[in-house]
């Protein structure tokens, strides 16, 4: 009986995450979208121990060649995942977020029916468990910040708002989704549960939290081994710098438990030295060969502000959260204010000195998330102790922060942001845009025309479109267009404004006679032409790539106009039919 009031107590406990992670969910379902494909990019190395181990029996993939396969191992090969080391092929990325993922892949693979292929391990359900798991340690986290929140006696609804925020206001939203494959939300979990331990210790001296610390500390390192970092706000966790000291000593004077410590942490790291053994035969590789930190030219005010992935332009919340800085200047306490912002400096240091500091195609600055729990803790702490009005206005600027980071995680799933190239102008051209006429509009290429030569250039000349009509405007036999067979270029150009509120798309087609199969299929809305500002006159182009028509065959190439509410006048209209100057060397 005293069981079953346990697990029940513990359910009602919980009621605050389940119903947090709840609204994460609906939000996915009906709004940001499902991600069908969360094993990717970086992903790929982190998971990919596990379909090797597991199913292939083969840690390196050794006993298929890459250029007989077509499947996975080609992919992770071009990507880089593996390494040449000693002859043997290596994971570059570490195994933590595997070890995690594990309970998860273990769970899809006993349901799933293999294809008996060399790509077996990366079908739908095991997307789906990744994805599952990435939910599991988000639910981890919040849950253990709530335990952090509580050892500073914040209120529990100031706890819940923190929870929320962290979740629905940071670019978590995104890496427990559509890049939920990363390892980010894993060392989330690990250092959120790791602060909690060691707050706990010097509160209570607690040697069993100690203990539960260390095997959390070796998680870190296993998961993310710069995430070592994290010791360093440690002094903070203490309180004040004689309860350090005191915590330290305590420790000193049970050097049993001090080493069992080391031991543990060691013994879960030591899974790395042991993945490592077991593919080339040495218990310690660094597999980041060519990569590595500039530390005479950290990037700190990009890392920050960028426009490109700056820290507080995507999670802007965590800004606000600095205001929690400020009181705890204003209260004094000048050790919290301090040892936070050492950690704080230092980290964004490091993190700012690694060579490509906006960490590659991805939403926000990423390699912050780990650590988004140190953040909320001197917020969590104004707001418990702030009068009444002025905790009401900086919790209704915390929540506005929620919808403007849904809409951004939208964005970014949906490529109406660049993933790795966002400047100013382009962060406000879309800035709140979800709709569909913004897709793919930053992502537009450049050319250069004097790589190309032009074939044929048709002057179509002005047309007037009326609304909600499609038309074609243009049509050419492929006869009619000198070297056809060589053309990999087709450029348009439009004299217009480009009003911003402009839905007509171009509709571009290369097909049979008898319309029995496109070699060209092509839609863009229009506004997708302007490379300036919108609502200005301009003369808009746009460059259609496409693989050389090779076959003999007659092709018609048509070039249609859907207006849909738009009526106007499309000036100058141009195509030029393009070859690349490469190609006819």
Same mark, same amino acid.
């Not at 002859?87 to 029916?113: H, Q, S, W």
């Not at 709530?146 to 629905?168: A, G, M, P, S």
């Not at 350090?244 to 080391?262: A, E, M, N, Q, T």
């Not at 106007?568 to 141009?574: A, C, I, M, P, Q």
């Given at each position: 009986m005293l069981i079953l009031k346990n697990i029940l107590l513990f359910l009602k406990s919980i009621i605050p995450e389940v119903l947090i992670i709840g609204i994460f969910i609906f939000l996915i379902n009906n709004y940001i979208g499902n991600e069908k494909a969360?094993?990717?990019?970086?992903?790929?190395?982190?998971?990919?121990?596990l379909p090797s181990i597991f199913i292939h029996h083969d840690f390196v993939r050794k006993d298929v060649p890459v250029k007989n396969d077509h499947g996975i191992y080609k992919r992770i090969n071009n990507i880089d995942f593996y390494i040449d080391y000693d002859?043997?092929?290596?994971?570059?990325?570490?195994?933590?977020?595997?070890?995690?993922?594990?309970?998860?892949?273990?769970?899809?693979?006993?349901?799933?029916?293999?294809e008996r292929n060399f790509a077996d391990g990366y079908q739908t359900p095991f997307h789906i468990a990744v994805f599952h798991a990435a939910v599991f340690y988000l639910f981890l986290s919040i849950f253990f910040l709530?335990?952090?929140?509580?050892?500073?006696?914040?209120?529990?609804? #100031?706890? !819940? %708002?923190?929870?929320?925020?962290?979740? $629905?206001a940071t670019s978590v939203t995104n890496y427990a989704n559509f890049d939920a494959g990363f390892s980010h939300v894993y060392s989330l979990f690990a250092i959120t549960a790791f602060l909690y331990f060691i707050a706990s210790y010097f509160k209570k001296r607690d040697f069993n939290h100690f203990i539960l610390a260390c095997l959390l500390f070796g998680l870190i390192l296993l998961l993310r081994q710069v995430n070592v970092l994290i010791i360093f706000f440690v002094p903070f966790l203490a309180g004040s710098i004689k309860n350090?000291?005191?915590?330290?000593?305590?420790?000193?004077?049970?050097?049993?438990?001090?080493?069992?410590?080391?031991f543990l942490t060691s013994a879960v790291f030591l899974i790395q030295s042991l993945c490592y053994y077991l593919q080339a035969g040495h218990?310690?590789?660094?597999?980041?060969?060519?990569?590595?930190?500039?530390?005479?030219?950290?990037?700190? #005010?990009? !890392? %920050?502000?960028?426009?490109?992935?700056? $820290?507080?332009?995507?999670?802007?919340?965590?800004?606000?959260t600095l205001s929690g800085l400020v009181y705890l200047v204003y209260r004094r306490k000048y050790y919290l204010v301090l040892t936070w912002s050492a950690f704080f400096i230092f980290l964004t240091y490091v993190l700012s000195s690694w060579w490509v500091w906006y960490y590659g195609a991805s939403y926000g600055l990423r390699a912050y998330i780990d650590y988004y729990a140190v953040f909320f803790i001197p917020f969590a702490i104004m707001l418990n102790e702030?009068?009444?009005?002025?905790?009401?206005?900086?919790?209704?600027l915390s929540l506005l922060t929620i919808p403007l980071n849904i809409i951004q995680t939208y964005q970014y799933k949906n490529y109406i942001l660049e993933w790795g190239v966002m400047d100013r102008v382009k962060y406000w051209k879309v800035f709140l845009k979800t709709d569909k006429r913004y897709e793919g509009i930053l992502w537009k290429k450049h050319f250069d025309d004097s790589q190309y030569r032009t074939l044929k250039e048709v002057n179509i000349g002005n047309i007037r479109i009326p609304s909600n009509s499609e038309k074609v405007y243009c049509m050419l036999s492929s006869k009619d267009i000198p070297g056809f067979q060589e053309i990999n270029m087709i450029q348009i150009l439009i004299d217009n404004d480009f009003r911003e509120s402009n839905d007509a798309e171009?509709?571009?087609?290369?097909?049979?006679?008898?319309?029995?199969?496109?070699?060209?299929?092509?839609?863009?809305?229009?506004?997708?032409?302007?490379?300036?500002?919108?609502?200005?006159?301009?003369?808009?182009?746009?460059?259609?790539?496409?693989?050389?028509?090779?076959?003999?065959?007659?092709?018609?190439?048509?070039?249609a106009v859907i207006s849909g509410k738009y009526a106007?006048?499309?000036?100058?209209?141009?195509l030029r039919f393009m070859s690349s100057v490469k190609t006819n060397k």
């Open positions: 969360t094993i990717k990019s970086d992903s790929i190395g982190y998971y990919d121990y002859g043997y092929k290596v994971n570059r990325c570490p195994c933590g977020t595997a070890v995690l993922e594990m309970p998860f892949f273990i769970r899809a693979l006993l349901k799933t029916d293999l709530k335990k952090i929140l509580k050892l500073y006696d914040i209120k529990k609804h #100031i706890i !819940i %708002l923190c929870q929320l925020l962290l979740v $629905l350090f000291k005191d915590g330290v000593i305590h420790l000193f004077r049970h050097p049993f438990i001090f080493l069992s410590g080391i218990f310690y590789i660094y597999t980041y060969q060519g990569y590595g930190f500039n530390f005479l030219d950290p990037q700190i #005010i990009n !890392i %920050l502000f960028s426009y490109r992935k700056g $820290l507080f332009v995507y999670s802007p919340v965590l800004f606000l702030i009068p009444r009005v002025l905790k009401f206005i900086f919790i209704g171009l509709f571009m087609t290369v097909n049979e006679t008898d319309r029995s199969h496109f070699s060209l299929w092509s839609k863009r809305f229009l506004i997708h032409f302007a490379d300036d500002s919108f609502n200005k006159w301009q003369t808009g182009v746009f460059y259609f790539e496409l693989d050389p028509i090779t076959d003999p065959k007659e092709k018609i190439f048509e070039l106007g006048t499309l000036k100058n209209v141009r």
